[in-house]
């Protein structure tokens, strides 16, 4: 059983909208800090989204501010992240992952699901 399961993604045109989520299998432990990171083809998985797992400040990559926002229910350790005004340039695979620390960069993380697809196509 994968301990992590990102849905909601999907093939949507230019100007639409998604809401992935990211809910676990299993607790979660040790991990201070959610991103939601994104990996096209032929690219370097980036993250766009970040944020405690206990909720509050969020910081987002300036491809996506003010068009993506991350949001979770505590009581279920489910992440969501609303994507609006979509572009081709947001088409990539979406996975959540899971640190200790603030941080960008992808060793930081542990990435436990499989990932859910985003096409976003004009």
């Known amino acids: 059983q994968v301990p992590m399961v990102e849905s909601g993604g999907g093939s949507v045109q230019t100007g639409g909208s998604l809401k992935l989520t990211c809910e676990p299998n299993?607790?979660?432990?040790?991990?201070?800090?959610m991103a939601w990171f994104r990996q096209a083809p032929g690219k370097a998985r980036e993250a766009v989204a970040i944020?405690?797992?206990?909720?509050?400040?969020?910081s987002y990559d300036s491809s996506v501010q003010g068009r993506f926002t991350m949001f979770e229910d505590t009581a279920k350790d489910t992440f969501y992240l609303q994507m609006t005004d979509l572009k081709a340039e947001d088409t990539a695979m979406y996975f959540c992952g899971f640190g200790r620390f603030f941080s960008r960069k992808i060793e930081d993380f542990n990435f436990w699901g499989q990932g859910t697809q985003v096409t976003v196509s004009t």
């Open positions: 944020s405690s797992t206990l909720g509050g400040h969020k």
């Open positions: 299993r607790p979660i432990y040790n991990s201070n800090y």
